[in-house]
């Protein structure tokens, strides 16, 4: 009895360090992926004043007027660095841009214009998703910012070129994966229904949502 005893705590003892080892597997994995992918994309946040029919119209306008610009300043941009230089170069057009695009609908909203690390929620652009976890962005609000915000991907470009068919830029999703190794484009850009698929982005859902990564600039 004691023997069986004995080995019975050798078996959970390496049942328990196997649990340890596993858990420790599936953080550094899902951490260095969505660290890769934090670190590849730099994100746009709008939030609307509130949740009214005009208030979410000029949310829109202001998003356009932003991203044609943004995009034009980005278009020879071939990583995140470069794209969040620009933008802090050209804070201040943004907010003049979204001021006037408010004004010009007769509203008198202030404007804040930040860009800084932010948690974004899991968001599916196209056939690309991103898992949910800190990124950095930059974030617009308008006025009282409390109503339904609208999220994309600045750099690379994968706001939705036409909203209602879902269709990404391709030149942006190129350039995503010019910025990520095989398998972190892989992962995000492949069949979603797939077994594997689900498991290994639940864990970078998982490890993301309690903060244990951030992008490092």
């Known amino acids: ?14 049942i328990f360090l196997l649990f340890i080892y596993t858990i420790f597997c599936a953080h550094s994995y899902s951490n260095d992926i969505s660290a890769e992918l934090s670190n590849a994309v730099f994100r746009l946040h709008v939030l609307a004043n509130s949740d009214s029919e005009e208030d979410q119209h000029l949310k829109i306008k202001v998003r356009d007027a932003l991203l044609s610009y943004m995009n034009t300043l980005s278009s020879n941009c071939n990583t995140k660095e470069e794209a969040i230089q620009i933008a802090n170069q050209h804070k201040n057009e943004f907010q003049t841009i979204a001021e006037n695009i408010i004004v010009e609908n007769g509203y008198n909203y202030p404007v804040q214009i930040k860009i800084n690390n932010f948690y974004f929620p899991t968001k599916s652009y196209g056939d690309i998703s991103l898992p949910a976890g800190y990124y950095d962005a930059l974030r617009v609000e308008i006025g009282n910012a409390k109503g339904k915000n609208w999220w994309c991907v600045m750099f690379p470009s994968l706001c939705f070129i036409d909203i209602s068919s879902g269709i990404v830029n391709s030149e942006g999703k190129e350039k995503l994966e010019n910025n990520l190794n095989s398998e972190s484009y892989e992962l995000i850009s492949e069949n979603k229904t797939s077994t594997e698929f689900k498991l290994k982005f639940k864990l970078l859902e998982v490890f993301s949502h309690n903060g244990l990564f951030t992008a490092k600039n």
């Not at 069986?4 to 705590?9: A, C, E, G, S, V």
Request: net charge positive.
């Open 1 to 14: 009895m004691k023997k069986f005893i004995k080995y019975l705590k050798i078996y959970l003892l390496l």
